[in-house]
């Protein structure tokens, strides 16, 4: 035979399932309780979760960044390595030459390795006729003058480059000074 169970009345609470083992029984105040305990633990779990999200997108973007600083870097070294390459090939050019073809095929390869080098963010700094700034130019000569104003760059010994931005190397120059 079939075994019934009872029907429980409208109006009233269920039973809940009561733990095998336990003698005291489960009421309402204790599963709010639990449920109070649980909600805690996900606000919890959910906050440590959104701190370790946090914490490895500023890893992640530390990484890139330190990856792109690197590859700057870099660059920037293999470009301060190629400009003495880039000096000799302007002091060749200033020397006469009897050979027009050989200070032709100078001319074209100077100006395709300046080309790229400028396209890698290489920029030459001026100082044709310029003031004098410490910050860019390096004085290795001076000359006393009236004929320009004070600290005016009178000649370019080597030429100075900045490289995205930033000083590569200072141009070094000859500047004039008030005669006293």
Do not use: C
Not at 48 to 53: D, N
Not at 55 to 63: A, I, Q, T
């Amino acid at each position: 035979m079939e075994e019934t169970k009872p029907v429980a009345e409208a109006g009233a609470e269920p039973e809940a399932a009561q733990p095998a083992g336990t003698a005291e029984p489960v009421t309402i105040e204790t599963l709010a309780a639990e449920r109070d305990r649980l909600a805690e633990e996900i606000a919890s779990l959910n906050d440590r979760l959104l701190r370790r999200q946090a914490e490895f997108e500023n890893y992640r973007k530390r990484v890139d960044r330190e990856r792109s600083e690197f590859l700057e870097y870099a660059s920037t070294e293999a470009v301060r390595a190629l400009l003495p390459v880039l000096d000799d090939f302007e002091r060749a050019l200033k020397v006469e030459t009897a050979d027009r073809d050989y200070a032709k095929g100078m001319e074209l390869i100077y100006q395709r390795l300046r080309d790229n080098l400028i396209k890698l963010g290489l920029e030459p700094i001026s100082t044709a006729g310029a003031a004098f700034d410490p910050n860019l130019h390096h004085a290795i000569q001076k000359e006393e003058t009236e004929e320009v104003e004070d600290h005016t760059i009178l000649e370019e010994y080597q030429r100075g480059y900045n490289f995205r931005g930033r000083l590569l190397r200072p141009a070094m120059v000859k500047v004039a000074v008030r005669k006293a």
